[in-house]
């Protein structure tokens, strides 16, 4: 761009011409540069640079030569990069006692008189003061109401992320908070419902009530639309805990019984309990090891009570035997009262007596089969003072006559009479 004064090339931006002074004219300046377009009076105009040019020329004795064909004096040789760079100058003294202005961008002081700085009056004041406070009522006001008006959205979404998250106690505290606070509080309904017969489910379970707990689950389940909802999912965990929990309360009341027909010895009954229990194929290994181990016991029961009743059959038949063994010789004592001499009935009584004590001996005998190590020691210690109080009965019996066969007599009778009385009361022992 050329000067319009001089003519000259102008090599920067600027608003005088570095070669004659004159103001520069812009255009398109920018805001970097706006802050210069208004400048005092004294600064607008031509400048004069006599005495720039004489600092110059003392500070540096060859200003104005050239070197190399370029004049170093040049004002522009700051900007030329073909002139060396010049040796700092020392700092010039300002001759002026004028005090410096102060250091500001702007260029003039505002004007006192100008509206644009003119200190606005009370009024005027009070009423910006009024407007402001208006604006900022008018904010706050705002404010609360999109709060108010957004605070059941916000209530609503924490519900819906309790629920999605599977917290369903906190989703229902947020639903029915917003319920409250929703303008269609009815649209919630379903949603509280299904909460509310969750916990109920819940609930159930806690209370081992498995029975209505499986009830109330399945109809969640099918009240529940979306199968990959974190609530569908909470149904059916719960429904299974329930139905195992059901299965386990059935299966032990189920046992119970079962051990119940066994200590009663109601084999039948226990048998077909656990053969009930068996079929379950619900039951857990240790279920039905629990069954394998009381059909177990069963079938040892059954054994001993087969045994048992053996036995008694068998003690039965071994006591009609000794019982028709007695018959047999309560008829024979009958041919000693007809005896025709002391010498025959002498020999009858003998006889008997034998006979009598080879059946107790053989009943004995019989009693250490079936009485237990206790009982039997206790019968034989009885036995052993019983015979002592027959031989010592039957001694004074033949020592009360003087005639010798009669004597004889009277001690077969007394150990005929003895025996046999022992005989009898161990057939009621069989």
Request: charged letters at 25%; proline letters at 5%; glycine letters at 4%.
């Amino acid at each position: 761009m050329l000067c319009k004064n001089c003519g000259k090339e102008l090599p920067i931006a600027g608003k005088f011409c570095p070669f004659c002074g004159a103001t520069v004219e812009q255009t398109g300046i920018n805001d970097e540069t706006a802050v210069f377009t208004s400048l005092p009076d004294e600064l607008n105009g031509p400048i004069d640079l006599s005495a720039f040019d004489a600092v110059m020329k003392e500070g540096h004795p060859s200003a104005g030569a050239e070197e190399d064909g370029v004049t170093t004096g040049d004002p522009l040789a700051a900007t030329d990069p073909r002139i060396p760079a010049a040796e700092p100058r020392p700092p010039v003294r300002r001759t002026s006692s004028a005090p410096e202005p102060p250091r500001t961008t702007y260029f003039s002081q505002p004007d006192p008189d100008d509206e644009l700085y003119r200190k606005p009056s009370k009024g005027k004041k009070a009423a910006v003061i009024a407007v402001v406070v208006i604006l900022i009522a008018a904010l706050i006001g705002g404010g609360v109401w999109f709060f108010l008006s957004r605070q059941p959205d916000e209530t609503l979404t924490l519900a819906e992320q309790y629920l999605n998250r599977g917290d369903f106690d906190k989703a229902l505290e947020y639903y029915l908070a917003a319920q409250a606070e929703a303008s269609d509080p009815s649209a919630l309904d379903p949603t509280i419902q299904l909460l509310e017969d969750f916990q109920t489910a819940q609930d159930y379970v806690d209370n081992e009530q498995y029975t209505e707990a499986v009830a109330a689950l399945k109809q969640l389940q099918n009240r529940v639309t979306d199968p990959s909802s974190a609530l569908y999912e909470a149904i059916e965990e719960l429904l299974a805990e329930a139905q195992a929990a059901q299965s386990d309360s059935e299966f032990a009341a189920d046992f119970q019984r079962a051990q119940e027909y066994l200590a009663n010895s109601q084999y039948d009954q226990c048998a077909a309990m656990l053969d009930t229990l068996d079929a379950d194929d619900t039951l857990t290994d240790d279920q039905k090891s629990q069954v394998a181990d009381l059909r177990e016991e069963l079938t040892k029961a059954q054994e001993a009570a087969q045994r048992q009743e053996e036995n008694q059959q068998q003690q039965a038949e071994q006591k009609q035997d000794f019982s028709s063994r007695m018959e047999e010789l309560e008829q024979r004592d009958l041919q000693i009262a007809s005896a025709a001499t002391v010498e025959d009935e002498l020999a009858l009584t003998a006889g008997s007596f034998e006979s009598w004590d080879a059946l107790l001996m053989d009943m004995y005998d019989y009693l250490s089969t079936i009485l237990n190590a206790d009982q039997y020691a206790a019968e034989e210690a009885s036995f052993e003072q019983w015979v002592n109080e027959r031989d010592s009965g039957a001694e004074n019996a033949a020592s009360a006559v003087e005639d010798e066969t009669e004597a004889q007599l009277a001690s077969y009778s007394f150990r005929q009479s003895y025996t046999k009385a022992r005989c009898y009361r161990l057939l009621d022992m069989m």
